[in-house]
């Protein structure tokens, strides 16, 4: 076995704060009666990738073999979601860290380090994302740091600012939780810049930055990124048409309950589904109150049922 180190190097002490303004976590296991700390990674099994990229620069402090989890059920979509997750040997090197981040036992941020492009590219592949606009070919440059405090989300929106410019804010999403999101060109530009030479092999963040015109302009132009632009091109497909206009100038806006695809029109700016998602064949049972066979499926209620949509007058129902 390899001997354990006695500290973190420069890159791994950034990537464990990256991570900790993400998804990981520093805990101590007081039912073992332990008193040092360990660090811990969750992720889904769809960043496979970049899970074992973080491996890799700890693996001289873990011990235990990489767990593989099938039992997050995701209601939104109707599936399971599988995950993986590692963790570190206890260790007095993570406690130090856990002092930091955890002084009373509730994570903060910590004000022991300065935003790198190493820390920045972790925290975005963690918990940051480039969306754009519904209506308008523009970028949104979002940070989710909803289980921060104000004060924490205040001291990180300053380090953006000192690094980026004052055309960043902090938006209320809920009660006492908050976000930190920019739509300034120059900002995304440079911070896509910046991060884009130490990125995690999680290039599907930067899908949106390849479809966006701001970066066709000569001033903002990325063409450098060419490992990348295979990749993001296969990601990109073209919309079905809309049932209002028949345009297919669209975007995709998210999701209908359970998953099926929301597109929204630039022409007409209404909201519509695929027309497969529309008409489902005749295998769906009719609509015991019209009759009808024209209906969707509708997700599931609570006792795990099968719903379904009839198209024609609008209700929803299932097979008693």
Partial sequence: ?????????????????????GDGCLRINKKSKCINAQFTV???????????????????YIYEPVQYNNDVYNKNLDKIIYSVRFQTKASPIFTEYYNKWYPEGKKIVSRDFKLTPLILAVWFCDDGSLSKSRLYDSLKLRFSTDGFSYDDV???HQQLCDLYG????????????????????????????????????????LIRAKESAIFNDKKY?????????????????EYPPCKHCGS????????????????????CNKHYMAPEDYYI?????????????????????????????CNECNKQYHIK
Wanted: proline share 6%; net charge negative.
């Fill in 166 to 205: 004052e055309n960043i804010h902090i938006y209320p999403v809920r009660p006492n939780q908050f976000c930190i999101q920019s739509s300034n060109k120059d900002i995304i530009y440079n911070f896509v810049e910046d991060i884009y030479p130490v990125m995690p092999p999680m290039e599907r963040k």
């Fill in 221 to 237: 132009n990325i063409n450098y990124i060419v490992p990348v632009i295979n990749f993001l091109e296969k990601e990109i497909r």
């Fill in 42 to 60: 969750h992720r889904q099994t769809a960043d496979i990738d970049y899970f074992w990229w973080t491996v890799k620069h700890f693996e001289n």
């Fill in 154 to 156: 205040v001291w990180l």
């Fill in 281 to 309: 064949s005749e295998s769906n049972p009719p609509c015991y109150r019209c009759g009808s066979n024209n209906s969707i499926k509708n997700g599931r209620n609570k006792q795990g049922d099968q719903l379904y949509r």
């Fill in 248 to 267: 297919t100038s669209a975007l995709q806006d998210g999701y209908y309950k359970k998953g099926v695809a929301k597109y929204l029109c630039k022409d």
């Fill in 1 to 21: 076995m390899n001997e354990v180190p006695t500290e973190l190097t420069e890159l791994q002490e950034e990537i464990l704060n990256g991570h900790m303004l």
